[in-house]
């Protein structure tokens, strides 16, 4: 007896269906129109709605975008219900052809970091193209991977990146004692179609990005600068060694430049120097100016 959950996620026009069970493995898929759908006859079916404008099968949901000639407050009950029906009646969610139905393989191997608390885990394959941080189990609703991860008693924060997810541990325990456990299960979460980032909860990004762009033209000629020296030649080394850092303020005053740690880089012993002694130093010789001062918030 199928019964779907109704979860809310990040962008009010989507909506997610939440199956007890994975309804599709190791494959994503998004349908713009009933024509695309032909492998979905749920989504076909949903596709005669009037209010549906795009459909994402993933894992164990699926997720609904709508036109805005109506709230989900009114339909959603009813979408719920026909989706039930049809589950329960037996009917097909998705066809996937033969060859896509066995498990594909990955590997996953662990880096070291110069965070001595936290390990790299690097996976054959692009994971997501938008870094993001937990700190908590409660914080991780667009990452079901990460809340699977937090069950482990030792695992205290998670930042997953491109094709990497780093995870910082308490002292409770040591790497040697945990990283093989924390490598296989990584590595049969993904294999086995776990969700490592809920593409449903990201689908807002572009807008976040026109967002961001926005704030950085807002911003002083000094910052914009600071913010493309950080992007073109600290960031792509901090994410070599499983980390992050994000421009926060700076203020021309007292010339303090703030940033935000992420990932291995965050409470890594050795961050005060790199901050110090290489990027406050590589700041001060591009901008020519030998008063500013680099300091992390979250040091």
């Known amino acids: 007896m199928t019964n779907v959950t109704i979860k809310e996620t990040q962008n009010p026009s989507i909506l997610k269906f939440e199956f007890e069970d994975f309804i599709t493995q190791n494959e994503s898929f998004e349908f713009k129109n009933i024509d ?9 079916q949903l596709f005669y709605l009037p209010f549906v404008k795009t459909i994402y099968i993933s894992g164990n949901f ?3 975008e709508k036109y805005n000639i109506v709230e989900w407050e009114d339909v959603k009950d009813a979408v719920a219900e026909q989706i039930n029906t049809f589950a329960n009646n037996g ?26 608390a936290a390990l790299k885990f ?35 924060e998670i930042f997953i990146d491109e094709n990497y997810i780093s995870v910082t541990k308490y002292e409770i325990n040591n790497w040697e004692e945990i ?47 600071i ?42 012993p050795s961050s005060t120097f790199t901050l110090k002694s290489g990027i406050e130093n590589m700041l001060k010789s591009m901008l020519n100016d030998e008063k500013i001062q680099v300091e992390a918030v979250n040091a």
């Not at 009917?91 to 001595?116: A, D, H, L, M, R």
């Not at 990452?143 to 482990?152: G, I, V």
């Not at 294999?191 to 911003?219: C, H, P, Y």
Request: glycine share 4%; hydrophobic share 35%; charged share 25%.
């Open 36 to 44: 695309e759908a032909k492998s979905s006859p749920l989504a076909q």
């Open 62 to 64: 699926i997720a609904i």
């Open 91 to 116: 009917g097909t969610i998705i066809t996937i052809e033969e060859n896509k139905t066995k498990k594909q393989p990955i590997t996953v191997y662990g880096e070291t970091t110069p965070n001595p």
């Open 122 to 156: 690097v996976v054959s394959r692009m994971l997501t193209k938008n870094a993001i941080e937990f700190k908590n189990i409660d914080d991780t609703a667009a990452s079901p991977l990460a809340k699977e991860l937090f069950k482990f008693s030792y695992v205290k």
């Open 179 to 225: 990283t093989l456990e924390l490598r296989s299960f990584i590595k049969q979460f993904i294999e086995n179609g776990g969700i490592v980032l809920d593409e449903s909860m990201r689908v807002s990004t572009d807008k976040q990005e026109k967002s961001k762009t926005a704030e950085f033209d807002k911003l002083d000629v000094t910052s914009q600068q």
């Open 227 to 268: 913010i493309n020296i950080l992007e073109e030649y600290v960031k792509p080394a901090v994410a070599a060694d499983g980390g992050n850092i994000i421009f926060d303020s700076y203020n021309e005053k007292d010339k303090i430049v703030k940033v935000i740690l992420q990932g291995a880089c965050s409470g890594c």
